[in-house]
């Protein structure tokens, strides 16, 4: 066993968690007991994801998605009453890592999601790497839209969402984000992707994407961030000897 702020420390150290300015607190949001010897992880704490690592009896539970976000209600009553409860009943602490882990250079979710596809990262276009959340680079080799779609499918095991821009033709150049950031798809654009893929898609989205020229791939917001936190609990355990165990509860968004 290891005591918990010391893997806490590891973490915000590791993740440079205190540089971000984001919605909610990175960190750790609910204070379980001192000592760690199981970590598990997830991208969302819901209530499934809470019951899965009280049947495992695990002592830390680290996600993507925690709880504390800007503009909620502050009022711990309801679902949050329950889930906090959980976790406080259960000595379970919980750590949450939002954009740091979105754009952390070597177990982030854009950096995992581009090691899951095979795409070459040449850097950000909003950044510096490590610090950027638009990423960018090359596929293995060109690839018509419908085959990118085809391996996303078939490497996240979701269909993704593709809309297609005429007269674009084969992709070498593409651009990411993992997550809402379907916005992002002007910067992608101008910064010479052929083709742009994050997890959500609005209405606007569609439009722009045929009108910029530039192919838009939702590939699911839970999907595309899926490896981060898999990557992060597999360093603890080989940093620190803490048994890990990462739980996806499926979510189809």
Avoid at 9 to 38: M, Y
Avoid at 86 to 95: F, K, R, S
Avoid at 117 to 138: A, F, I, M, Q, Y
């Amino acid at each position: 066993m290891i005591q918990r702020d010391i893997l806490v420390a590891a973490c915000d150290h590791q993740l440079r968690a205190s540089q971000f300015k984001d919605f909610t607190i990175n960190g750790l949001q609910v204070a379980g007991r001192d000592r760690v010897a199981r970590v598990m992880t997830g991208v969302t704490a819901c209530q499934s994801l809470l019951d899965e690592a009280v049947n495992w009896q695990a002592d830390m539970l680290i996600v993507h998605h925690g709880y504390f976000w800007k503009n909620e209600p502050v009022a711990i009553t309801g679902m949050k009453q329950r889930r906090i409860k959980t976790l406080l009943d259960h000595g379970i602490n919980l750590l949450a890592y939002h954009l740091p882990l979105d754009a952390h250079s070597e177990m982030g979710n854009n950096a995992e999601l581009a090691r899951q596809l095979g795409w070459k990262v040449e850097g950000c276009l909003d950044g510096e790497l490590g610090e950027g959340l638009l990423w960018s680079g090359r596929v293995a080799k060109p690839l018509s839209a419908t085959a990118l779609a085809e391996q996303i499918s078939q490497t996240l095991r979701r269909e993704p969402l593709l809309i297609e821009a005429p007269g674009v033709g084969d992709i070498e150049r593409i651009a990411w984000c993992t997550g809402g950031a379907q916005d992002m798809i002007s910067a992608a654009c101008e910064g010479g992707a052929q083709a742009f893929v994050s997890g959500e898609i609005s209405e606007r989205t569609t439009h722009l994407a045929r009108e910029m020229g530039i192919h838009y791939l939702a590939a699911g917001h839970h999907a595309t961030e899926r490896y981060g936190v898999q990557a992060l609990g597999e360093w603890l355990a080989d940093e620190y000897g803490v048994a890990h165990r990462f739980v996806d509860i499926d979510n189809p968004a």
